[in-house]
């Protein structure tokens, strides 16, 4: 992932034990040290059962970036978080 340009990502939820597959997910991303977000809004679209594209990510400046995945489980949201370092 490259500074300053847009970027996809192809994501996989798999479901705990016997729960049921995720009805949706969205997906942003925020620079905690900076307590501030993108300056685009990505689209995320289902590819098929727990498989989905979020297109139109942009991170606009290096440093830590927390990526935010909040997955609706029908029953609530449950949100992961994956931290990357951008030089």
């Known amino acids: 992932i490259a500074t300053g340009a847009h970027f996809m990502l192809d994501i996989a939820i798999c479901p705990r034990g016997a729960a049921a597959v995720p009805r949706a997910l969205k997906v ?3 620079m905690p040290e900076h307590r501030h977000g993108m300056n685009y809004r ?6 098929g059962p727990g498989a989905y594209r979020a297109e139109g990510l942009l991170f606009h400046m290096p440093g830590r970036w927390d990526l935010l995945f909040d ?3 029908g029953a609530g949201t449950e949100r992961l978080t994956a931290t990357l370092q951008l030089p």
């Open 28 to 30: 942003d991303a925020v």
């Open 42 to 47: 990505p689209t995320v679209a289902a590819r």
């Open 71 to 73: 997955v609706d489980t």
